[in-house]
């Protein structure tokens, strides 16, 4: 099993542009959540979802949209990228949501400027 | 913030040696758990431990929960060069969404 896969690894945008984030799961779990790591502030909850069709707001989620059309895939849109927005960004998927261990993917680093 | 804080921020000790982290929140939680990041990978899932539950061990690894004081405690006993690493405690309320704390950067000389 491949687990959580996120691509890209590494982008660089510039401000205004927009990209998706993509992240994917193969153990068939309902929970899905991104967050976004910066230096000295942990890990901070964009959005997540609790099943296809289901999204919600985490902490941070100004500048970001979700959708989950399928259990596999949960993409993340920076719609206009900000420098705000430079962080890694991990994706996450577990089975029953906090109540379980959360399966965390390798983490995209991106650059806006 | 719903974030809690971890002690300390960084951690450093020979190997052999105890360490110990320390990690406080803010809410009613159902679970508490700990996870381990290596520089620049993913987080790993290292224990859980309900809310019902003062103390659990796996391996190396011993963790307590005091629910009254809102806290939990990390230590690796042993210590290896390996275990050089990024530690965060993370709580799940009834909401079940997983709020993560700022971590303790450990680093454990050979």
């Known amino acids: 099993n491949a687990g959580v896969t996120q691509t890209p690894k590494f982008q660089v945008l510039k401000t205004g542009q927009s990209m998706t984030l993509q992240c994917a799961q193969d153990?068939?779990?309902?929970?899905m959540s991104w967050y976004r790591q910066d230096p000295g502030m942990g890990l901070r909850l964009i959005h997540y979802?609790?099943?296809?069709?289901?999204?919600d707001q985490g902490e941070v989620p100004n500048g970001y949209n979700v959708s989950r059309s399928t259990t596999e895939d949960f993409p993340l849109r920076l719609l206009s990228a900000a420098p705000s927005q430079t962080s890694v960004y991990f994706c996450?998927?577990?089975?029953?949501?906090?109540?379980?261990?959360?399966?965390f993917g390798q983490g995209t680093r991106l650059t806006v400027v | 913030s719903q974030q809690g804080e971890e002690d300390p921020q960084a951690l450093s000790i020979q190997e052999g040696e105890n360490a110990t982290m320390n990690c406080s929140y803010k809410?009613?939680?159902?679970?508490l758990q700990w996870y381990r990041q290596n520089s620049g990978r993913g987080l790993v899932h290292l224990i859980l431990?309900?809310?019902?539950?003062r103390e659990k061990h796996s391996g190396r690894l011993r963790v307590t929960l005091d629910t009254s004081k809102k806290s939990s405690s990390l230590l690796i006993t042993a210590s290896r060069a390996a275990d050089t690493a990024s530690y965060f405690c993370?709580?799940?309320?009834?909401?079940?969404?997983?709020?993560f704390g700022k971590g303790t950067l450990l680093t454990v000389n050979p």
């Open positions: 996450a998927s577990s089975y029953g949501g906090g109540r379980t261990e959360a399966f």
């Open positions: 153990m068939n779990h309902e929970y």
């Open positions: 979802s609790v099943g296809a069709g289901i999204t």
């Open positions: 809410t009613s939680i159902n679970n």
């Open positions: 431990i309900r809310s019902n539950e």
């Open positions: 993370a709580w799940s309320g009834s909401n079940y969404k997983l709020t």
